[in-house]
């Protein structure tokens, strides 16, 4: 809660605005929407904001706080506000400039906190606040219940199953570290037969036929919209895997150790906060194979040492990265971001007539009632952002070839643009995407192959 001038102590607005609703970022905004009574947010993807903003010439802000959990901005939306950017990690993709002009800068890993402090963004500035993850819906499965999603998933009972999770478009420039987990991979496997991987995160096709094509068991588990059913993936494994080269968090190490799974991990964002080596998980060099591999052979003939270590990684995750955790970090970010635009402009918080009549609104019923779309927009608005969401969605699906999640989100958006002839011509662009996406991938988009030592120097 902050004390605003004029309306007294209320709760937080905020807009969220991600890349996507239904992936980790949009997952992130969800569960503090869910899980803070002290912060009432919208979430709304980039791509709906832009559209709306050009479809309608303006993008509702009656807002404390614009939060922008992805690196790229939208012009439109700086200057009248308290802005928050969020620098999950940096690449040659990233662009420095959005962070200084920011009112506070949110990290998600110790390892990229300093990094902004090198880059001289001060402390006064900038606030961690790590990824969290609802350990009530990512928990050790019952025998049962493990069983039935290894057999779902054709593995045999004695198989020893390796998980791994991404999305195929964050693999830029090999970030996520395929070469080595293919290399380890096919070596494990010649001392590990009963070898299975399971693949989450969609556009993983292609990398799912190399990995069969070498005669490893392989399967990539199907795209889901809700974490509910993501989790159950988990209970498949017995061991977890991150070899990516560049990572704020990864979100799913945070999951498998949730599970009570054991990781092997590179030494990137989270893991270099969460894992004690060799107590509950372990770090291995960046593009080492032999390593993965020696760990995993460690784990594989050693169950007393894979329950220990999974037990000591679930203890971890429920002590530090519940979301009752991360809402209370986040809270002090925003009164940062508050205080530092206020202090920049030498401005006051004050209502105008449009943000008046949110008030009001969102107060004839319980003061504590947490704030929703339909306060904030029109109907007409309101549909028309969320055809926008299930477009980009589609969009999304298209790029990575999941075939049956875009039919889903089409279908959606179908239903949503009927009426709006803008809506029906914003559809169809995204289906002209999909057909070009149809025609046979480039070699950027094939899978890296498995190499041999030789080649790999």
Request: hydrophobic letters at 40%; a positive charge.
């Amino acid at each position: 809660m902050i004390k605003f001038p004029g309306t007294g102590i209320r709760p937080i607005r905020v807009l969220f605005i991600v890349d996507s609703l239904y992936w980790v970022i949009g997952n992130f905004a969800h569960q503090i929407t869910k899980n803070n009574p002290e912060i009432h947010a919208v979430t709304c993807s980039q791509f709906a904001i832009r559209k709306t903003i050009k479809r309608f010439g303006q993008f509702p802000t009656c807002f404390d706080v614009v939060h922008f959990l992805r690196t790229k901005t939208i012009p439109e939306l700086w200057g009248s506000f308290p802005i928050v950017n969020t620098l999950h990690h940096f690449d040659d993709a990233t662009n420095l400039a959005p962070f200084y002009r920011s009112d506070a800068v949110m990290t998600v890993s110790t390892q990229w906190q300093q990094y902004l402090t090198q880059l001289g963004i001060t402390e006064t500035h900038q606030a961690l606040v790590p990824f969290g993850v609802d350990t009530n819906t990512f928990c050790p499965p019952q025998d049962e219940a493990r069983l039935k999603m290894r057999k779902t998933f054709s593995f045999p009972k004695d198989a020893f199953v390796l998980g791994f999770s991404s999305r195929r478009i964050s693999n830029m420039n090999d970030r996520k570290g395929v070469i080595c987990f293919l290399q380890a991979l096919k070596n494990l496997h010649q001392q590990l037969p009963n070898l299975a991987t399971l693949i989450i995160g969609p556009g993983w096709q292609a990398l799912a036929k190399n990995i069969r094509q070498q005669g490893i068991l392989c399967t990539q588990a199907p795209y889901e919209m809700t974490h509910e059913h993501v989790a159950k993936f988990y209970s498949a494994m017995d061991i977890f895997w991150v070899t990516s080269r560049i990572e704020g968090g990864p979100v799913p190490l945070l999951e498998a150790m949730a599970c009570g799974i054991p990781s092997i991990s590179t030494p990137v964002g989270a893991a270099l906060d969460l894992i004690h080596d060799s107590k509950n998980g372990f770090i291995v060099s960046f593009d080492s194979p032999e390593l993965f591999v020696n760990r995993s052979l460690q784990l594989s003939q050693n169950a007393v040492l894979r329950s220990a270590i999974g037990n000591e990684a679930r203890k971890t995750i429920v002590q530090k990265r519940q979301w009752s955790h991360v809402g209370r970090e986040l809270q002090e970010l925003y009164r940062l971001a508050i205080n530092n635009f206020h202090s920049r402009s030498n401005n006051r918080y004050t209502q105008n007539e449009n943000c008046i009549k949110i008030e009001s609104k969102s107060q004839k019923g319980s003061k504590q009632e947490p704030m929703t779309e339909d306060v904030f927009f029109s109907r007409k608005v309101q549909n028309w952002i969320h055809a926008c969401e299930q477009i980009n969605e589609l969009r999304q699906m298209t790029e990575m070839r999941e075939w049956k999640a875009a039919y889903q989100f089409g279908l959606r958006a179908l239903r949503a643009t009927s009426l709006d002839p803008s809506l029906l011509k914003e559809f169809i662009s995204a289906l002209v995407k999909r057909n070009k996406t149809c025609a046979p991938q480039t070699k950027q988009d094939e899978a890296p192959m498995l190499l041999t030592p030789e080649q790999r120097l």
